[in-house]
């Protein structure tokens, strides 16, 4: 380990941010909220020592830059937004890791490094607030979909155009902060998994292949409505029933598929009386994959599944998209230098897709070189104030993430030669 590297400083100042901003249902730190900004001036607070430049571009990320030889930069990137009642490594692990790596960086230099470093705070990942992920990275990327986004409003009413206007940012700009990408040479991120894979396999830390791409449709079975108590049962237009079936048939999709995962996620019915045969049932289908022809395959599948269990059922069914996104793969020889550094760190890595988005698949899809970097969540949960990783593998993480940025220092250099 570069002695001028503090693992135990990280941890420290993740546990004082717990103290900071949690309470005993868990984080609060949700985005665009008063905690919110008073978690982003303690950040700032201990960025102070570091002869650095700080800033919040046009769609309200923090951007923190360590001046190199070279314009050409390596981006380290977090989140330091929650979800209400959240775990207190999810998002502000990444940055605070991200912190002591410009600490060593700056010392092993003495200020100016061979490239340009810079530590992003991402303006909400989560979209707890307003229902929308990803949105400062996804400003950044120019894939916002700003139309959609100009009318989301939270529990209270406040738009989310009124509410980025009380921090000072311009919502009709926030694609302006595609700027701040213009000489970004490689992109890293380091995550609690949020998942059971590495737990399962004993591993402290894994090498992220990239993120699974998304289909979530609305399915709705129209039947029709009849008396439970005088329609013999082979007479029924049972809508539920067909929805039903579905549910077990999903699962042998997501098994035929290798590495994928299906949820059924939601149910209504109408009249949703308990007198009445089902007229109407919606339920909500949300299929990942990180290979695109098996994710299509899995929803082709499901279409065909569901046409089967109506015309069983003599019922119709209706297919309704909710949202989609392409797989995003990570960069190859960047998940090498990741397992090179976890190798180098404890001995042994595991290869992995991750099944929730991060702001590094926004960045990927701008077409920056990127990676991440997990360590193993106890419990395999996350969004929860249970949420927790050993110290130690916290410890290995700062470690092992702090070699990867290194070995991606070097290698932006010899892309440069």
């Given at each position: 380990?570069?002695?001028?590297?503090?693992?135990?400083?990280?941890?420290?100042?993740?546990?004082e941010l717990r103290a900071?901003?949690?309470?005993?249902?868990?984080?609060?730190?949700?985005?665009?909220?008063?905690?919110?900004?008073?978690?982003?001036?303690?950040?700032?607070?201990?960025?102070?020592?570091?002869?650095?430049?700080?800033?919040?571009?046009?769609?309200?990320?923090?951007?923190?830059?360590?001046?190199?030889?070279?314009?050409?930069?390596?981006?380290?990137?977090?989140?330091?937004?929650?979800?209400?009642?959240?775990?207190?490594?999810?998002?502000?692990?990444?940055?605070?890791?991200?912190?002591?790596?410009?600490?060593?960086?700056?010392?092993?230099?003495?200020?100016?490094?061979?490239?340009?470093?810079?530590?992003?705070?991402?303006?909400?990942?989560?979209?707890?607030?307003?229902?929308?992920?990803?949105?400062?990275?996804?400003?950044?990327?120019?894939?916002?979909?700003?139309?959609?986004?100009?009318?989301?409003?939270?529990?209270?009413?406040?738009?989310?155009?009124?509410a980025l206007r009380e921090?000072?940012?311009?919502?009709?700009?926030?694609?302006?902060?595609?700027?701040?990408?213009?000489?970004?040479?490689?992109?890293?991120?380091?995550?609690?998994?949020?998942?059971?894979?590495?737990?399962?396999?004993?591993?402290?830390?894994?090498?992220?292949?990239?993120?699974?791409?998304?289909?979530?449709?609305?399915?709705?079975?129209?039947?029709?409505?009849?008396?439970?108590?005088?329609?013999?049962?082979?007479?029924?237009?049972?809508?539920?029933?067909?929805?039903?079936?579905?549910?077990?048939?999903?699962?042998?999709?997501?098994?035929?598929?290798?590495?994928?995962?299906?949820?059924?996620?939601?149910?209504?019915?109408?009249?949703?009386?308990?007198?009445?045969?089902?007229?109407?049932?919606?339920?909500?289908?949300?299929?990942?994959?990180?290979?695109?022809?098996?994710?299509?395959?899995?929803?082709?599948?499901?279409?065909?599944?569901?046409?089967?269990?109506?015309?069983?059922?003599?019922?119709?069914?209706?297919?309704?998209?909710?949202?989609?996104?392409?797989?995003?793969?990570?960069?190859?020889?960047?998940?090498?230098?990741?397992?090179?550094?976890?190798?180098?760190?404890?001995?042994?890595?595991?290869?992995?897709?991750?099944?929730?988005?991060?702001?590094?698949?926004?960045?990927?899809?701008?077409?920056?070189?990127?990676?991440?970097?997990?360590?193993?969540?106890?419990?395999?949960?996350?969004?929860?104030?249970?949420?927790?990783?050993?110290?130690?593998?916290?410890?290995?993480?700062?470690?092992?993430?702090?070699?990867?940025?290194?070995?991606?220092?070097?290698?932006?250099?010899?892309?440069?030669?």
């Open positions: 380990m570069n002695p001028s590297l503090n693992p135990k400083r990280t941890v420290a100042e993740l546990k900071l901003t949690g309470d005993e249902h868990g984080a609060q730190r949700v985005a665009f909220t008063p905690m919110w900004t008073k978690t982003r001036a303690w950040l700032q607070k201990k960025l102070e020592t570091l002869p650095v430049e700080s800033h919040t571009d046009a769609a309200g990320n923090l951007w923190t830059t360590l001046r190199g030889e070279s314009e050409k930069s390596l981006l380290i990137g977090g989140h330091m937004d929650s979800v209400p009642n959240g775990g207190w490594l999810d998002g502000c692990l990444n940055v605070l890791a991200g912190v002591e790596i410009l600490r060593r960086i700056h010392s092993q230099y003495n200020r100016r490094p061979p490239i340009t470093v810079r530590l992003v705070d991402w303006a909400d990942e989560e979209g707890a607030r307003f229902g929308k992920s990803l949105f400062g990275s996804s400003a950044c990327s120019g894939n916002l979909d700003v139309n959609e986004a100009r009318g989301l409003q939270d529990k209270h009413g406040i738009s989310l155009p009124d921090i000072g940012v311009d919502f009709e700009r926030v694609k302006d902060s595609s700027q701040e990408l213009k000489n970004a040479a490689a992109y890293l991120e380091l995550h609690i998994e949020q998942g059971p894979v590495l737990l399962d396999l004993g591993l402290p830390l894994g090498a992220v292949l990239g993120t699974f791409g998304v289909e979530r449709h609305a399915i709705t079975f129209h039947g029709q409505a009849a008396h439970s108590g005088s329609t013999p049962m082979n007479r029924r237009k049972d809508a539920f029933l067909a929805a039903a079936k579905m549910s077990f048939e999903i699962y042998k999709i997501a098994e035929r598929s290798g590495n994928g995962v299906c949820t059924i996620g939601a149910c209504t019915t109408k009249p949703g009386i308990v007198t009445s045969v089902v007229e109407e049932c919606r339920i909500t289908l949300d299929q990942r994959h990180l290979d695109p022809v098996a994710l299509a395959k899995m929803l082709a599948e499901a279409k065909t599944a569901g046409e089967k269990f109506a015309r069983e059922g003599s019922v119709k069914v209706s297919w309704e998209r909710l949202w989609q996104i392409a797989p995003r793969p990570f960069n190859g020889e960047l998940i090498a230098l990741c397992e090179e550094a976890i190798r180098e760190t404890c001995g042994q890595t595991h290869r992995l897709p991750s099944g929730p988005l991060h702001d590094a698949a926004e960045v990927a899809a701008a077409g920056i070189p990127t990676v991440m970097m997990f360590v193993q969540s106890l419990h395999g949960i996350s969004h929860n104030k249970i949420e927790d990783t050993k110290e130690d593998h916290l410890e290995l993480c700062v470690t092992a993430f702090d070699k990867l940025a290194g070995k991606t220092m070097q290698w932006i250099q010899s892309r440069q030669s």
